[in-house]
């Protein structure tokens, strides 16, 4: 018998337990594939999800639509310190083969649905992608399938109160703006010719609207990641009803329940102010391997995007590095759902009963992925006087119409910046780097690409709302301008 001790085991076999036994151990986490063929897959889904979305969320006729939509080629995720980049081949083969009509694009009005094909014999078979838009669900990215994974069956909605009085109600009726307001205005149209529309509210009252001759106060747009701020509150929304404890608790997402593993130290406070750590690797076309840290993949890959988020890796040690990634929303996605779900509740209808329905937000609808998740990163949907009753809820410090919806002192929780030297706050930006020198420092909005914004003056009691086409330039100059003339 040999006295040689047993070589170290590979694998960490420590015995771990967790609430209802023992621990199944870390997922495995998601890899990016960055090749050729995935970007191109990426860059004909994305434009499928935004024509679905401009069409039949929105209501844009198919002329329109198009004329708005800006082709992207997808990109491989950016390290800690760089932004995703477009493979420069994948930019010129998606010039030249819209150039030479071989991306073609069909749409079925009936049944709300897009479908885009991209052909080119030289690299392979073609390229499909598709996207259908259903009620509750915004536009849902099917990518090569023709179907989503669930069942997108009607939600029970809480209905509105028609009649009533702005913010519980419909009935809207600004008085003449000042003649330095319609300036602003002006000037704020005449240099942004992506712009839906622009509001003014105070907690009782619109004060200013405007729309362009693509908006209306009934059309609802695009938000992307102003869906964030939704989340945020949904958070506080559950610490509100007990459901959760604090944000400063370890994050309970469902595949993180090993106490081993790195995303136990990652607290529902780290995922909501962008500093989780989370990463993943990276496989590009050359078989190299890098680290990633994930922007748009939710919005171009047909997939689970909480599985997804779950399986990200701890990259940086959590709280230490800001980094903007759509992983830790859709963590607290993730953490919703268990959330509901364990309680025997339906998720969608309670999803949207917690929050935009108690603030008559009829107009309000998350965006599915191809399994049913209500995207929490991104991709929501209203009209702009709804949104603007995201920013009356924080105005009034968590109170409506009498009732105590967000935990006493969440307001200033979530529009506070991290730290000296950072803007972003819990879901929320800020404007402690001065961003909009004609405003406030303590001036706090929901934010999503391509200048879509929610902005929170409470010392002021203002609220501003603005909507933009994705990827057109707004004056942000001019806007600054416009939302001081609010203030007055």
Not at 184 to 194: D, K, Q, V
Not at 319 to 347: H, K, M, Q, T
Request: charged share 20%.
């Amino acid at each position: 018998m040999s006295d040689t001790p047993p070589p170290e085991p590979l694998f960490d076999r420590t015995p771990a337990f967790a609430v209802g036994g023992p621990a199944d151990g870390p997922p495995d986490p998601v890899v990016y594939d960055g090749t050729l063929r995935a970007l191109r897959q990426r860059t004909v889904n994305f434009a499928a999800k935004r024509l679905v979305d401009m069409m039949f969320v929105t209501g844009l006729d198919r002329a329109t639509a198009e004329r708005h939509l800006r082709w992207r080629p997808a990109a491989i995720p950016g390290g800690l310190a760089a932004r995703p980049q477009p493979d420069p081949g994948i930019a010129a083969v998606l010039d030249a083969a819209l150039a030479d009509g071989r991306i073609t694009i069909e749409t079925d009005a009936a049944d709300r649905k897009v479908a885009i094909c991209w052909i080119d014999p030289t690299f392979g078979p073609p390229i499909a992608a598709h996207a259908i838009a259903r009620p509750g669900y915004g536009g849902i990215l099917l990518g090569p399938d023709a179907s989503p994974r669930f069942d997108p069956a009607p939600i029970a909605r809480a209905a509105g109160t028609p009649g009533h009085a702005w913010p519980l109600g419909d009935a809207v009726a600004p008085p003449p703006p000042s003649p330095a307001l319609a300036d602003a205005a002006a000037a704020l149209f005449a240099g942004s010719p992506g712009i839906y529309g622009v509001m003014a509210a105070t907690p009782n009252r619109v004060l200013f609207e405007r729309y362009s001759s693509f908006g209306a106060p009934d059309r609802p747009t695009p938000s992307w990641s102003m869906t964030k701020a939704i989340t945020c509150t949904l958070i506080g929304r559950l610490i509100a009803e007990g459901w959760l404890h604090s944000v400063h608790d370890p994050a309970p997402a469902p595949l993180w329940r090993d106490p081993r593993a790195a995303q136990h130290r990652i607290t529902l406070d780290h995922l909501l102010r962008m500093r989780s750590g989370l990463a993943f690797p990276v496989l590009t076309e050359d078989g190299r391997a890098r680290l990633g840290f994930e922007n748009s993949a939710v919005y171009q890959d047909a997939a689970d995007a909480f599985d997804a988020a779950q399986r990200s890796i701890v990259a940086t040690e959590p709280g230490s590095v800001f980094r903007y990634v759509n992983s830790g929303p859709n963590v607290l996605g993730a953490i919703l759902r268990d959330a509901i779900e364990r309680r025997g509740l339906p998720y969608h209808a309670t999803v949207y009963g917690l929050l935009a329905d108690r603030l008559g937000m009829r107009s309000y609808q998350h965006s599915a992925d191809i399994v049913g998740n209500l995207i929490a990163s991104g991709a929501g949907f209203a009209t702009l006087r709804d949104y603007a009753k995201l920013g009356v809820l924080y105005v009034q410090d968590g109170m409506w119409a009498g009732e105590r919806l967000l935990p006493p002192g969440w307001a200033d929780y979530a529009l506070t910046a991290t730290h000296t030297g950072s803007s972003y706050a819990a879901c929320f930006r800020t404007n402690a780097d001065r961003l909009f020198r004609d405003l406030p420092a303590d001036t706090a909005w929901a934010s999503g690409a391509s200048d879509q914004r929610v902005f929170i003056l409470r010392r002021q009691r203002i609220v501003v709302a603005v909507a933009n086409e994705t990827d057109h330039p707004m004056d942000l100059a001019a806007l600054g301008r416009f939302v001081a003339a609010a203030v007055g």
